[in-house]
């Protein structure tokens, strides 16, 4: 008899094929099937009963997933809703109502619904704190005026997991506030910015009286740093600590190519790769080490060390196959200026992986901010002077 965690991922198997006789995913609509699964708890098995979950271990979702692809169902797009999954969701389940949990999370995860993340100003990224764009008092609701700037996928977004402020006149960390924004309605403006891989994956947005409900507000009005914390902290580990399987991703793409190119290989080369590749099995394990500890909901810091060496990998291994790849890899494949909906760096040539890993290390946190949060709340080094605020630096929350 299968005891503890392999006797859950069996049940649950089970459970998948139970669900999958009553729901032929090659014959009923892929939404509705999407819809269904949600329904059926085997969305995300660490999320609630009733919002798609079971309460279960994050680490069951393994099995549940694999019975699924086994089966040839329709999956949700992962790559195309990950602001949604990966940021969206965990801050409205921490921070949102029972109503706001019932409304957002069930379109989040199936797709029909995306997300993006209108943090960023012209005046504001690392000093997140000191941005500007305002939202008043408004009847029952709230009007936002402002500008947002490098939102991803606000293109295609339904929903913006927007902060603003709200109190000028108190400490910037205390007079924000957060909010789910519709980003369809007439006050949002949504330009594309080109970017150094010739895409316009991001956006610059403006606000101009635009209407929020003071139910679409995720948590107490002057508490938006607290709930950006937890979507920040949630996004390095969604940028940072994906599951791979072993010589997975980045690594994976170089390693194949150094077998693919023999008459390109150097000593030196082949040096490089035996320590990217052992560091990419290490930054693999951390990885699943750190999202075994995770419960639903609120990562803490140490996601930041996973996100740092995701960028440095990214940046070191697509180094490496330019170099691998010589004159042939200057050649870029294209400079189109599209507008993705998803960001994958598969199904593009070495040139486009060079260009757009140097992002990794600015977006989701700069690799120096994040250094800065491990030294003080992972290793406990002492904080740097800081001058900027009314109160006591130590006392806010980060
Ligand atoms: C590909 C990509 C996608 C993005 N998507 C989004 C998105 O969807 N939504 C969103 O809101 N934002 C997004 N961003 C923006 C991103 O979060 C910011 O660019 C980032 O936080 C840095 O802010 P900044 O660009 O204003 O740089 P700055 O904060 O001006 O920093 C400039 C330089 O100074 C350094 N620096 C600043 N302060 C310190 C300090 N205290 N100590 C040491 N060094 C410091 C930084 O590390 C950096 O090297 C995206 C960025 C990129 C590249």
């Not at 269904?36 to 085997?42: C, V, W």
């Amino acid at each position: 008899m299968l005891t503890g965690a392999d006797g859950r991922a069996t049940g649950l198997r089970q459970q998948v094929r139970d669900f999958l006789a009553g729901h032929d995913p090659a014959a009923l609509p892929r939404l509705e099937f999407l819809r269904a699964r949600f329904d059926a708890g085997l969305a995300w098995v660490h999320y609630p009963a009733g919002l798609g979950g079971q309460g279960l271990s994050r680490s069951l979702q393994a099995a549940v997933d694999a019975e699924f692809a086994a089966a040839g169902a329709p999956d949700n797009n992962p790559a195309r809703i990950g602001i949604g999954l990966g940021m969206a969701a965990p801050t409205i389940l921490a921070f949102g109502t029972q109503e706001q949990k019932e409304r957002w999370l069930r379109p989040l995860w199936t797709g029909e619904e995306v997300w993006c993340q209108l943090f960023s100003e012209p005046g504001a990224g690392s000093d997140l704190a000191g941005l500007a764009t305002r939202a008043v008092r408004d009847g029952t609701g709230w009007r936002v005026s402002g500008q947002k700037v490098w939102t991803s996928i606000a293109h295609v977004a339904r929903w913006g997991l927007l902060l603003a402020r709200t109190d000028p006149d108190v400490p910037k960390h205390a007079g924000l506030t957060y909010f789910g924004l519709d980003m369809t309605q007439p006050g949002v403006e949504v330009r594309p910015l080109r970017q150094l891989t010739g895409e316009a994956e991001f956006n610059e947005v403006f606000l101009t009286d635009a209407a929020v409900a003071d139910t679409d507000r995720l948590g107490a009005v002057g508490e938006g740093w607290r709930v950006a914390q937890a979507t920040l902290m949630n996004e390095r580990i969604a940028i940072g600590g994906g599951a791979l399987p072993r010589e997975g991703g980045m690594i994976g793409l170089a390693a194949a190519a150094w077998r693919e190119h023999p008459e390109a290989r150097t000593p030196g080369l082949h040096d490089r790769l035996i320590r990217l590749w052992a560091d990419a099995e290490v930054a693999r394990l951390a990885g699943a080490r750190l999202r075994q500890q995770l419960a639903a909901g609120q990562p803490g810091p140490e996601g930041s060390a996973a996100k740092v060496v995701f960028a440095r990998l990214n940046q070191d291994l697509s180094a490496f196959e330019l170099e691998l790849a010589g004159a042939a890899a200057l050649a870029y494949d294209d400079w189109t200026q599209r507008r993705p909906e998803s960001v994958s760096f598969f199904g593009r040539g070495p040139g486009y992986r060079y260009l757009r890993s140097r992002g990794n290390s600015i977006e989701g946190g700069t690799s120096e901010i994040l250094r800065g949060i491990i030294a003080e709340r992972v290793l406990g080094l002492p904080a740097e002077p800081r001058t900027d605020t009314k109160v006591p630096w130590k006392d806010l929350p980060r």
